[in-house]
């Protein structure tokens, strides 16, 4: 395998399915055998996922919400979203960890680095939910933080397209794909990888990020064995 330790990162989006809202059994299931198939080969497996499929906060700030209070809702949707991963995983027969920035001892363990890591080293998939613990931080900067502070080999961003395109492929189908591209290349660009917070942090710390799409069964896995899958940003 060409990764030891992989940060995944999930849109809450993607758990819909086709659905408008909420949490497609069916799409977490595929997620999950596809986490499964990863882990079975001996791939350390950290995840964070967002939750735009509940709440998002700054949708509700735009409708007048406070921001800090719909950042943090959007914090337990991650949770929610957390919880149904790992139950899923555990379904099929993964030992799991669910970890959150925020307190909530009834349910999933606090964040603590040094113990995210020993659960890795012991082949337990760990889950990071509530985001960063702070409002006006995205999933996406939590995924980078997380991956930096748990020596992750790279973050791989599933997502419902193949890779970094010039344009946006769902508007334009002309846009043309990128196999590889420099972090410097796409600033240049004006392309979107993350949110700039989340691209500088990965940037600084020299972490590599690979796009690609989540939703074809078995590209997690050719991702990890190395094959052609998606986009690379690199250094």
Known sequence: MKYNRVLLKLSGEALMGDGQYGIDPTRLSEYAEQIKQIHDRGVQVAIVIGGGNIFRGVAGASKGMDRVQGDYMGM????????????????????????????????????????????????????????TGNPYFTTDTAAVLRGIEVNADVILKGTRVDGVYTEDPEKNINAVKFDTITF???LKKGLNVMDSTAFTLSLENKLPIVVFDMNKEGNLLRVCEGENIGTVVHV
Do not use: C, W
Not at 88 to 103: H, S
Not at 114 to 121: G, K, P, Q
């Open 76 to 131: 337990l949707a991650t949770v929610i979203n957390g919880m149904a991963l790992q139950g899923a995983l555990e379904d099929k027969g993964m030992p799991t960890r669910l970890q959150t920035a925020l307190k909530i001892e009834a349910i999933a363990e606090p964040y603590i680095k040094r113990r995210a890591v020993r659960h890795l080293e012991k082949s337990r998939i760990v889950i990071f939910g509530a985001g």
């Open 184 to 186: 410097d290349d796409v």
